[in-house]
């Protein structure tokens, strides 16, 4: 157990859809960052934030948002989703914001129908 | 530009055998880390090991050791006496200098099955 929790485990929806991924840091960890994981793609960054403030972009799309609460938590908004979309979807955080050790949650696996 | 190449796809061995996952890394920087994961089919991922560009040895945790090779740009991962729990995706990691983006780069992944 990496001490990172996401929820929900698995969600599935429809084409269109918005949908909010949450995740929680381990204690201590200030940074949390998003990553995708799908079959074509594999595994790409989406996005980082460092106590509370966006650090770094990757692929993200614009249907896409984020954001890190004052608690640290952080949630990943899906939005206008399409069949593409499907995939896990994992969090990830470190102590720091630059090349610690990241550690990962178990990931939400999202199916769009 | 920053790469990870991870060429064996899928490996499969037999219980007590050893095995090595290779991982071949492009970066123009001096500074840099590099990281394996473990995917078990659970789907999680676990960290195994972080190394950073200036630190060549090797190292050894348990039946899992690393050979980091500057010089080949080479980063693998050695299972001796592999069991059925080895069974899983491994993947090599590159991070990005301060300031730059994405965090970490990975690469594809070798699929490992070790069987009984």
């Known amino acids: 157990d990496s001490g990172v929790t996401q929820t929900p485990k698995h969600l599935i929806t429809a084409t269109g859809q918005r949908v909010t991924l949450r995740c929680s840091p381990r204690?201590?960890?200030?940074?949390v960052y998003w990553y995708q994981q799908s079959l074509d793609q594999g595994l790409q960054f989406l996005i980082q934030?460092?106590?509370?403030?966006?650090?770094a972009k990757g692929n993200i799309l614009e249907r896409f948002s984020a954001q890190q609460f004052p608690d640290l938590h952080s949630e990943l908004n899906l939005s206008s989703l399409e069949l593409g979309d499907s995939a896990l979807y994992f969090c990830?955080?470190?102590?720091?914001?630059?090349?610690?050790?990241?550690?990962f949650g178990p990931g939400t696996r999202l199916l769009v129908l | 530009a920053q790469k990870v190449t991870q060429a064996q796809t899928e490996i499969s061995v037999v219980e007590k055998e050893d095995v090595t996952l290779d991982c071949v890394y492009e970066?123009?920087?001096?500074?840099?880390?590099l990281f394996w994961y473990k995917q078990p089919p659970s789907g999680e991922l676990v960290f195994l090991i972080r190394?950073?560009?200036?630190?060549?040895q090797n190292e050894i945790s348990g039946r899992y050791s690393w050979n980091f090779q500057k010089s080949t740009s080479s980063f693998n991962f050695t299972i001796t006496a592999s069991q059925v729990v080895d069974s899983a995706v491994y993947f090599c990691?590159?991070?990005?200098?301060?300031?730059?983006?994405?965090?970490?780069?990975f690469g594809t992944g070798t699929r490992l099955q070790v069987f009984p």
């Open positions: 190394r950073n560009s200036f630190d060549e």
């Open positions: 990830a955080s470190s102590v720091g914001g630059n090349q610690e050790t990241q550690y």
């Open positions: 990691a590159l991070s990005y200098p301060r300031g730059q983006k994405p965090k970490l780069i």
């Open positions: 934030y460092y106590n509370g403030e966006e650090r």
């Open positions: 970066t123009r920087d001096t500074t840099y880390y």
């Open positions: 204690s201590g960890d200030l940074s």
